[in-house]
């Protein structure tokens, strides 16, 4: 089984710049490349442990600036994080 990378692990150029989040300890939970699609019980669970994390929102918005197209970030799906950017295009249109 191959896990892509999370972005925390990218971003984390000066150790201790962001907190321990719950995906460091079960990354096969979140992003899985040979899956693409969580299995539901997986993608409940990761769900469930990113509503605990400090950096939920961070997360999200990283992974709908950079268009991410598979696995759980910010506790949202790639069809929720499509929602959410939408959302974003419509409320900047209303401005
Ligand atoms: S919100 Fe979820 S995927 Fe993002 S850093 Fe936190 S635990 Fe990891």
Redesign the pocket.
């Known amino acids: 089984m191959s896990i892509t990378p ?3 692990d990218a971003l984390d150029t000066a150790p201790g710049h962001w907190p321990e ?4 300890s079960r990354p096969e939970l ?1 992003v899985d490349s040979s899956r693409v699609i969580p299995l539901k019980e997986d993608r409940d669970t ?1 769900k469930a ?2 509503a605990l ?1 400090p ?2 929102r961070a ?2 918005d990283y992974a709908i600036d950079n268009d991410i197209r598979d696995g ?4 949202l799906t790639v069809d929720e994080r499509n929602q959410r950017a939408h959302e974003r295009v419509t409320a900047a249109c209303a401005e």
């Open positions: 999370h972005f925390l989040t719950p995906c460091k979140f990761a442990l990113c994390c950096v939920r997360c999200a759980i970030y910010g506790g």
